[in-house]
C-alpha cells in the first residue's frame, strides 16, 4: 500500500523559511518507471491550489507562478523523500499543505490528475 505522510509544517512569520518533507512507502510506486509527486495547498474558503511537481524519470520540476523563485521542490530518492524548501514566505502561502502522487506523470499542477494522497500538514504564515 501506497502511503505518503507530510511533515514540518507549523507557524513562521512572514519572509521566514519551512521546509516540508514528503516522506512515501508502499511497493506500489516501484510498479511504475515513470511518476510525479506534487504538492498543493488549500485556504480556507479557496480551491486546491497546485504549487509544485517533480517527474521521478528526469527530475523536471513545475511551479505556480506565486511561488516561482522563492519555492524549490527536490528530491532524495535514497529515503524516498520529496521536499518543498519555501523562502520568503508570506501570509498569502498560509494553508494546509498536501502531497500526492501522480502515476501517469502528466506533471499538471491539477489535483485530478493525482491518484494518491497525503494528510495534510499546516503552514501558518504571520504578519
Known amino acids: 500500500e501506497v502511503q505518503l505522510v507530510e511533515s514540518g509544517g507549523g507557524s513562521v512569520q512572514a519572509g521566514e523559511s519551512l521546509r516540508l518533507s514528503c516522506a512515501t512507502s508502499?511497493?506500489?510506486?516501484?510498479?511504475?518507471?515513470?511518476?510525479?509527486i506534487g504538492w498543493f495547498r488549500q485556504a480556507p474558503g479557496k480551491e486546491r491550489e497546485g504549487v509544485s511537481c517533480?517527474?521521478?524519470?528526469?527530475?523536471?520540476?513545475n511551479y505556480v507562478d506565486s511561488v516561482k523563485g522563492r519555492f524549490t521542490i527536490s528530491s532524495d530518492k535514497s529515503n524516498n523523500t520529496v521536499y518543498l524548501q519555501m523562502n520568503s514566505l508570506s501570509p498569502e502561502d498560509t494553508a494546509v499543505y498536501y502531497c500526492?502522487?501522480?502515476?501517469?506523470?502528466?506533471?499538471?499542477?491539477?489535483?485530478?490528475?493525482?491518484?494518491?494522497w497525503g494528510q495534510g500538514t499546516q503552514v501558518t504564515v504571520s504578519s
Open positions: 517533480i517527474s521521478s524519470s528526469d527530475g523536471s520540476t
Open positions: 500526492a502522487a501522480d502515476i501517469r506523470a502528466t506533471m499538471f499542477l491539477d489535483s485530478r490528475f493525482y491518484d494518491f
Open positions: 508502499g511497493f506500489a510506486f516501484q510498479d511504475f518507471d515513470d511518476y510525479a
